[in-house]
Nanobody
């Protein structure tokens, strides 16, 4: 069982940066592939970024490629999402997700554990 708690969201202006953190508790964090998803009002929950259990392979949605970076610190049981050059279209609730797997997935239904989400609002 893994519990996830996101932090770091907020209200920023276009072009600013934010770093989200997802702290995991419980057993087996290092056994999980990790991902970030986001959900804007009235829209589906979309894939943002993910990496393998080892952290060696990452993937990004086309809309954030080159602006966002996912990383993990297994010693701190934490995964991060560094978001640069934020745009109003990035406004959403951001969720951290985990699945006991070596590899990651781009579909939300593949993930077992979810955080409660953190709001990111980007003003123009």
């Amino acid at each position: 069982q893994v519990q996830l708690v996101e932090s770091g969201g907020g209200l920023v202006q276009a072009g600013d940066s934010l770093r989200l953190a997802c702290a995991a508790s419980g057993r087996g964090f290092s056994n999980n592939a990790m991902a970030w998803f986001r959900q804007a009002p009235g829209k589906e929950r979309d894939f943002v970024a993910a990496h393998t259990r080892s952290g060696g392979i990452t993937a990004y949605a086309d809309s954030v490629k080159g602006r966002f970076t996912i990383s993990r610190d297994n010693a701190k049981n934490t995964v991060y999402l560094q978001m640069n050059s934020l745009e109003p279209e990035d406004t959403a609730v951001y969720y951290c997700a985990a699945v006991r797997s070596a590899t990651f997935y781009r579909t939300s239904s593949s993930y077992t554990y979810w955080g409660q989400g953190t709001q990111v609002t980007v003003s123009s």
